[in-house]
């Protein structure tokens, strides 16, 4: 068992207060209820990470009207710091840098005398070049000189030909007329381009209009560690849980083209990238702002 700490008595007696059981602060903040216990008990270990602990105290301060900037100061020796984990990220890049540093040193003593060769073999072959010209030069004067031009005979056959195509005028309109009405054709409309239109933001939460799309295909991908809820208009859930980069799951991809809207709850908005249709979605609200945000987007079939 685990002893609760005064950050984790503070949150509870303000929960208490207020009259909230962790099932209800499960519906306001969508954060699993094991893990709301996990931060009033202060068991962080049950947690994807040190930064969805700090992530998660922060939805439960808004969720009972704390100020949650107050609360990492104030209990900020309970909260674990989310700059921790990226300290051997950080020393592994500084050996690669000194690794590169290295081998630039010796590309910078062999460089030299690549150029050289490749001067030296350039001048070679432009020789090469001139020499085969002036070569080809001399044998087309040569054939040219020596050929000559064949005698023409006109034949009593000629003046009747010209009469014939004299005779027919009509043919050489009509085949112009058809190619004129071929280049007067109209050209086909043009199919108006996707559009992902914002309608509506405010706070946590945007809505947008998909428009002129034929097909509404949703894909959710994590470029690190979030928590994800995909549903339609009437609540049924097509996925629920955590995406990351290295588990089973790092992308989800749903079908919503018989549905007339689909809702997401991201955890984690800077580590995560949604698609609809191939095309990226913007965020109304960046992520830096609001690290949870609430999406619906609305599927205007009939706008294409």
């Not at 043009?190 to 998909?210: C, F, W």
């Not at 007339?260 to 609809?276: H, K, S």
Request: glycine share 8%; proline share 5%.
């Amino acid at each position: 068992m685990f002893e609760l700490t005064e950050l984790g008595n503070r949150l509870k007696e303000e929960r208490l207060a207020k009259g909230l059981s962790l099932d209800d602060l499960q519906a306001a903040t969508k954060i699993q209820k094991r893990y709301l216990a996990g931060i009033e008990e202060g068991n962080y270990s049950s947690m994807p990470g040190d930064f969805y602990v700090r992530a998660f105290i922060k939805q439960y301060c808004e969720a009972i009207g704390l100020n949650a900037d107050e609360i990492f100061d104030t209990y900020k020796g309970d909260i674990p710091s989310p700059y921790q984990q990226d300290l051997p990220e950080q020393l592994s890049r500084v050996k690669s840098r000194k690794g590169l540093t290295d081998g630039g040193s010796r590309i910078f003593e062999i460089l030299p005398k690549i150029l050289v060769w490749v001067v030296v073999l350039g001048v070679f072959a432009l020789i090469y070049y001139f020499v085969q010209q002036q070569n080809a030069g001399n044998d087309s004067s040569s054939a040219d000189g020596d050929t000559k031009a064949p005698a023409s005979i006109v034949g009593p056959d000629t003046n009747e030909k010209e009469d014939e195509q004299d005779d027919q005028p009509d043919a050489g309109k009509d085949e112009g007329e058809e190619e004129s009405q071929q280049e007067e054709e109209p050209d086909e409309p043009e199919t108006p381009a996707q559009e992902i239109a914002v309608v509506k933001t405010e706070g946590r939460n945007t809505s947008y209009d998909l428009n002129n799309a034929e097909k509404f295909e949703l894909k959710v991908v994590s470029k690190g560690e979030t928590w994800v809820s995909i549903k339609n208009g009437s609540g049924k859930t097509f996925f629920q849980g955590i995406l990351a980069v290295g588990k089973p799951e790092s992308e989800k991809t749903v079908d919503f083209s018989n549905e007339a809207e689909a809702v997401l709850v991201v955890g984690n908005t800077v580590d995560t990238d949604i698609f609809v249709n191939g095309q990226k979605l913007e965020y109304a609200v960046p992520p830096t702002d609001r690290v949870r945000q609430d999406i619906t987007i609305r599927y205007n079939k009939g706008s294409e």
